[in-house]
């Protein structure tokens, strides 16, 4: 089985600021969402964790796991999605025009990467190269594989799982701390 997990809340999603790559830690709340969510999910049975190297991501894995005999791997490519020079602004949505808006408003409008920004195609090319290569020969050899990572990768880790159109990118939702299996 797979399971993916967005990390806890950071001071950054509390603002409502764009973090991408951005490398923010989890504020209390983030811990204590990642607390709980370890008792919730106490009696989930996971053979491994492949986890995004961005510090609210481990921090999360790490909490979820803790005392847990699975191991915690870092990839590269279960980084967030960079929203380039747009990372750090606050409450975009209420800038009028604000081109990043694009990706969370008509994703299939998002044809072209914006200044220093990953295109929907990088990513998907990235993560869809991961689940080939690392996720499907342990799903293939019966294991149970939990990724923990971010809002816009693990959607695009659930768009390619459940053959879904760019336009749907964001209809998961992907809430902080909820296990979600596919």
């Not at 001071?11 to 951005?22: E, V």
């Not at 607390?35 to 989930?44: L, P, S």
């Not at 869809?128 to 880790?157: C, R, T, W, Y």
């Amino acid at each position: 089985m797979l399971y993916i997990m967005r990390h806890g809340k950071t001071d950054w999603n509390a603002l409502h600021k764009l973090q991408g790559r951005t490398d923010i830690p989890l504020n209390d709340e983030g811990i204590s969402m990642a607390e709980a969510a370890a008792v919730e999910y106490a009696d989930i049975h996971f053979d491994i964790c492949f986890c995004s190297p961005l510090t609210r991501a481990k921090q999360t894995a790490e909490i979820l796991l803790k005392g847990r005999d699975v191991p915690i791997h870092y990839d590269d490519r279960l980084v967030e999605m960079s929203f380039g020079i747009y990372e750090g602004i606050e409450n975009s949505f209420s800038i009028p025009d604000c081109p990043v808006n694009v990706i969370f408003q008509s994703p299939e409008n998002y044809k072209e990467a914006l200044e220093g920004a990953e295109s929907f195609e990088q990513l998907f090319a990235r993560t869809g190269e991961f689940l080939e290569e690392v996720v499907d020969p342990l799903l293939a050899d019966g294991k149970d594989v939990l990724i923990v990572g971010h809002g816009a990768m693990n959607s695009s880790i659930v768009c390619q799982r459940k053959k879904r159109p760019i336009s749907q990118f964001w209809s998961e939702g992907i809430p902080n701390c909820k296990l979600f299996e596919l």
